[in-house]
């Protein structure tokens, strides 16, 4: 057992000719002897020795020449089988002529029905060397299995051709580890036929196989696994202790072979119930070909994804913005090594830094600015009003003032779910960045540009720029819910609490979400880009909402584990500012549909700018005095419908008359403003 072991034995090449030969002309025998009717009277006489020695010699040179002995024996395959039937084919077509005139003339040895007696063979000898190969191959797959304790058997769903060639990439790379014990299917007529020596079974067979063959994978093609007909069969294999691997479409695969790296683990975004999602690269394409594109928050994970879509589009320059370090610089490589010949710039700054955000704007001169920049994190921005408001509000604006003054064409905002009937501070922060990007849309071009040049002398009197005001901006917004695998967001989380052996923490055992993958979230942003003429909010179809609990479930399961058995599910409570559901739209609000059945406008009165302009001033005052309840106060003034959930600030929403409370001059702490407002 022990070649079994580390490097597999080798045998000698000539030492397989030669098997090949024998087996070659033992076919030979038999067949002449069928053809005599077991006369052995001709073996006596010496007819058959000149016969058999003639065949021999024309199979060796044949076997030679063609080197069907070259390849490995445990690796044979469809394309060795082919080889083997064209070594015989040729030697039986040269055996008539060696045999006229070698056994004929020169022996004079009597004529053979020679038709017959090569039929006879071509089936014999081809059928024995095909069988010789299989049952070496069966004998080292088997043995090895035996010797090796970590061998994995898998089953292939399918049975057509992308199937056949995921079976000979297993067994070509596995180096043994991996035995494929069959293929599976929903229906159809090859059930309990065989495929390579492989059965082809229905999948009601699964848990008969998983107990009877220890089968540990199945594996299937990315395609099948997002279709909804499948999700039996995966929550079958789940609740079998059956891990689940998915390999690309046959295009997707190098140089048309499949990869063992390009097998991977299903993962959580393809068990998302929702219907892939298409967009018009034509049109995409036509907008930002040759453009000047900007992405603010580049680094993050959804700002690199924008920046890797409108890669792909052509544009004539990229400027990527963020003020982290490490992942922008990550990016830019990643970009200049799949891109080498787009121009990508690559600035660090703060939005919140007026003067260095003017720097990118004055230089490069943007058409597009996709603006991603901002704090996301619900309990952190509940601990840290001020910083919400800088970034998310008082960042917006200075993008979108500089979007003005410097004659962009669209300026894009990404916006969340979480701005509508917001329970919390990032909610709310970003629901007033929304309002002053709608406010732009209706204005004059010259009134921001003016504000904007306001700011900019009181820090720098000799500061001059040249104002693009007869260029009227189109503002955009896109409000989506959370994206699977963003920087934060609960998958990666999971997964790192599983793979510490848990438990895996979830606040509520009925909050639920609406997901979308990174990919499909920004491709719908840059098709709501196109279609925007400005002033519009675009919610995003995310599919059906989605209980945090049964994520947690199905990645435990997709672990191969076994929820609250071998990883425990843990409720700790809702987190400040949370809420048990998310909403695309508020009670107010209702939808316009557009030509894509997975995005629609909101219909949300737009502020006036300068009464919006007016608050956000007030605001951004009110962030230097440090009072988070006279700055969360305000924010509750400027968005009615702002209710604080599970938070210190849902005192605010007390008070019998929030007005009194927003307009008093000061107070240290909240029972001093209810104390006041009673009065």
């Not at 035995?179 to 009601?204: D, P, W």
Request: net charge positive; charged share 25%; proline share 4%.
């Amino acid at each position: 057992m022990k070649i079994f072991y580390g490097a597999p034995l080798i045998v000698p090449r000539w030492i397989i000719l030669m098997i090949d030969t024998v087996i070659a002309t033992a076919s030979f025998t038999l067949s002449y002897f069928i053809l005599k009717e077991f006369s052995f009277q001709h073996l006596v006489r010496g007819h058959f020795f000149i016969y058999a020695g003639l065949f021999s010699a024309i199979a060796l040179t044949v076997f030679y020449a063609m080197r069907i002995y070259s390849g490995l024996i445990r690796y044979s395959n469809t394309k060795d089988m082919f080889r083997i039937f064209s070594a015989i084919l040729v030697a039986s077509l040269l055996y008539p002529v060696a045999a006229e005139l070698i056994a004929r003339r020169m022996y004079n040895v009597p004529a053979l029905d020679m038709a017959t007696l090569l039929v006879l063979n071509f089936f014999i000898a081809s059928s024995s060397l095909i069988m010789f190969r299989t049952l070496i191959k069966e004998i080292y797959i088997l043995m090895k299995g035996y010797a090796m304790h970590d061998v994995k058997r898998v089953l292939v769903y399918g049975s057509d051709k992308q199937a056949l060639l995921v079976k000979q990439a297993i067994e070509a790379a596995g180096n043994g580890k991996v035995i494929v014990s069959g293929f599976v299917q929903l229906g159809g007529k090859k059930i309990n036929s065989t495929i390579e020596q492989k059965k082809v079974y229905h999948v009601r067979e699964i848990a008969e196989l998983h107990k009877k063959l220890k089968i540990d994978k199945l594996i299937l093609s990315s395609e099948n696994s997002a279709r909804g007909e499948f999700r039996d069969l995966i929550d079958l294999c789940f609740n079998l202790g059956i891990k689940i691997q998915t390999v690309p479409p046959s295009e997707q695969w190098v140089s048309g072979k499949l990869s063992l790296v390009q097998i991977q683990d299903l993962k959580i975004e393809d068990l998302l119930p929702r219907k892939p999602i298409q967009i018009n690269n034509t049109l995409v394409s036509r907008e930002i070909r040759g453009k000047r594109v900007m992405v603010t928050g580049a680094a993050g994970s959804i700002g690199a994804e924008i920046v890797r879509q409108v890669m792909s589009y052509n544009p004539e320059m990229v400027i990527l913005c963020d003020q982290a370090e490490s992942p922008l610089h990550e990016i830019q490589l990643e970009m200049e090594e799949k891109y080498p010949s787009t121009k990508v710039k690559v600035f660090i700054a703060s939005i919140r830094n007026l003067r260095r955000m003017l720097i990118p704007f004055k230089e490069y001169r943007p058409n597009i600015v996709f603006h991603a920049a901002a704090y996301k994190h619900v309990p952190m921005m509940e601990k840290h009003p001020e910083e919400a408001i800088l970034t998310n509000v008082m960042g917006t604006r200075n993008i979108a003032d500089l979007a003005v003054c410097f004659g962009v064409d669209k300026f894009v905002m990404i916006s969340t779910d979480k701005a509508v009937n917001p329970t919390n501070i990032m909610g709310a922060s970003k629901r007033l960045a929304e309002k002053y990007v709608q406010s732009l849309n209706n204005s004059t071009a010259s009134q921001p540009a003016s504000e904007f040049l306001s700011r900019l002398i009181q820090d720098d009197d000799d500061e001059t720029i040249s104002v693009a005001n007869n260029i009227k901006t189109k503002f955009i917004t896109t409000r989506f819910g959370n994206v699977l695998g963003s920087n934060g967001s609960v998958i990666p989380r999971f997964r790192q609490q599983i793979q510490q052996g848990g438990p895996i923490t979830v606040t509520h055992p009925e909050i639920t979400r609406y997901f979308m993958t990174i990919p499909e979230a920004v491709q719908l942003v840059l098709e709501a880009a196109i279609m925007g003429n400005g002033g519009e909010i675009y919610v995003f179809d995310m599919g059906e909402p989605v209980k945090i609990a049964d994520l947690a479930v199905n990645m435990i399961k997709l672990a191969g584990l076994i929820p609250n058995k071998d990883i425990n599910i843990v409720y700790t409570g809702l987190r400040p500012g949370e809420k048990l559901y998310e909403e695309l739209l508020n009670e107010k609000e209702t939808t316009i549909p557009t030509y894509h059945e997975k995005i629609k406008i909101a219909k949300v009165v737009a502020g006036k700018y300068k009464e919006v302009l007016d608050d956000i001033e007030t605001l951004t005052n009110l962030c230097k005095q440090g009072d988070n309840y006279k700055l969360v106060a305000k924010m509750k003034q400027m968005v009615p419908e702002f209710i604080s959930n599970n938070s210190e600030f849902a005192k605010l929403d007390e008070t019998k008359d929030r007005k009194k409370v927003l307009f008093i001059p000061a107070y240290s702490n909240i029972e001093d403003a209810k104390t006041i407002s009673a009065k």
